[in-house]
């Protein structure tokens, strides 16, 4: 019987340490790279890229009726928004060189490169596109009258596929055209302008408007080419004492045989826009092209990551007019800067 029980005790105690080594191989850790379905972690992490969905890549569009500084500081806004924004962007990017004949080309041929978005930079750009398609989503800048130029039913709602930012300030003509009569004397202003361009016509007819009122005139001169800029300047000598020129594509494009013209004859030079300033021009009321480029850029965020239509983004004007004056210019026509005008220096 003693017999039988030490065999007992030892069969126990042989299932207990079976027990025990169980226990110890189940709660184990796992080895390095196992997940709990036998899995590495390699392949977790595999499976989990594969479910995730690549960034959505756009395609935008950019019709641009002529190079020069202002045009291209907007652009530079505008694709600065896109990468704040951190958006993927394929660019289509086409230049009329101040041909309005090419711009219909242009136009069919983004919408027949079947693009997302198309950036539409001037007044010639923006109405050619938005004649080509009613579908394709148009974000616009540098263009004078939205609703004029029939891009927008209104500022506030423009309906339909096309939004954008205008660089016409309402101030910024009849401060400009005060500026020249009460500051600068000015009886006869002389302005060269391209009479084909519907941004240049409603800005020359603000400034006629306001010249009247104020009992003064405007000599218009009309150039249909950059080639024709000078003569059309040098046509207005005799007749005037200065000189405006607005954010005219055609003339700002040739901007250097204006202020040559300007200079030699001591005359002043108001124009449309700071680029203008530092390339010469005496004094602007205006904005930075750029930031109206960003602003625009920020729409087409809208459209493309959160679906936003173009018909439910309001149009926007310039924010902060202010004047800016060339100091070197001033020197070269012998004019003195009054501190009372509150003028930035270029």
Sequence with gaps: MKVSLNKLAILLFGVVL???????????PKEEGQNQGGGSQQEENQNENQNEEPAQKFKIG?????????????FDGFKKA???????????????MGEPSNNPTIAANLV?????????????SAQSVASETQDIPIVFTSVTDAVGAELVESMEKPGGNVTGTIDNHPDAIPNTIKFLKEQLNAKNIGMVFNSGEQNSRA????AKKTAEELGIK??????????EVKQATESLLGKVDSFYIITDNTVVSALDSVVDVANINKLPLMVGEFDSVRNGGLAAYGFEYYDI????????????????KPAD??????????????????????????????????
Excluded: R
């Design 18 to 28: 079976m027990l025990a080594a169980c226990g110890t191989s189940s709660n184990a």
């Design 218 to 227: 405007i000599v218009e001169a009309s150039a249909s080419t950059s080639a």
């Design 293 to 308: 480029g960003y602003e625009a850029g920020q729409m087409a965020v809208k459209i493309l990551k959160d679906g936003v």
């Design 62 to 74: 950019v019709t641009q009726i002529v190079e020069h500084d202002s045009l291209n500081a907007a």
């Design 203 to 206: 800005q020359i007819d603000i």
């Design 112 to 124: 027949n490169a079947g693009v997302d978005l198309i950036f539409a930079n001037s007044t010639p």
């Design 313 to 346: 983004i309001p149009a926007q004007v310039p924010q902060n007019l202010k004047l800016v004056m060339n100091k070197e210019t001033a020197e070269t026509i012998g004019l003195e800067i009054k501190e009372e005008w509150k003028a930035e220096l270029e």
């Design 82 to 96: 896109i990468e704040d924004a951190g958006l993927d962007v394929e660019w289509d990017e086409q230049n009329a």
